[in-house]
């Protein structure tokens, strides 16, 4: 068993970036929710991207860029429904804009530029709040977070696509060393969290996060349920661990709690694996 404690929660670290990649993964996650949105209920179709009009261009404010200059149609590349409201596209393009603080006099020219890592995770997840503030102002709150549940399965299926699971010819071998080793790498370089983690064997790993950027960026909302329905939920649904080697299971998160405890393991070899505790959890690099 080897667990290990790491301080790397940091708001200002910076990288290069195109910001193309984050314009067409934005546009594309509200792409996908009106995908869903006129499979599941098509007639109220209109009324849910006025909505959704209504919320980005109120959050985006006076912001403004040359939008016209990017190139439309490689970001619209794969946007099926999007592109039919463009309204609500412009709003998406900018507000994305707006809180990755592309400069104003930015140009498709300049390619990569340095962005805070803070705020890329900011544009993910509260371009998905809004999507979820706008189904509650829509449905009102419990009618409108029961619809967008629903909606859930639609982004997960997405992502499994552009990202599926890598597996060695025999999965039961797949173990968790890899992709903590990933994890950590990434996490410590972009300042993601302070957490800690404790390997329990080959196949099986749990994490505590004490600060992590995803709640920080949606804490401003003050709506801890509509901020874990934006970000964390979606890898609680059913939906994310199916047809997968690698499961995940939380029994808490930071947007109600003190601490969020991550569990993974390799369903083959343990299936439905028990959880160590939250006691065993909050140890974690302290007594351990």
Known sequence: MKCENFKCYCETKKGPSNPMLHFKARLGRVNVALQGMKELRPDELPVLTAKLLENYKEATGNYSIQYTLFDWKEIREGLEILPNFPDLEKYVFLYTCKTLEIPEDYTPEQGEIELLFFNRIKAVETVTYHIVKSFTDVYGREDGIELYKELVPYFVR???????????????????????EGAIKSWCDIGMADFAYCILDDYRVIYRFDKCMIPEVLRKYNDPDLAYLASCYIGDHPEWTKDRVIHMRRTQTLQHSEFCDEFYWNNLVYPDAEQPDLVFTAKIGKEM
């Open 158 to 180: 997405d992502m499994k696509k552009k990202n599926p699971e890598k597996l060695p010819e025999d999965p039961k071998t797949k173990t968790v060393h890899e992709m903590v």
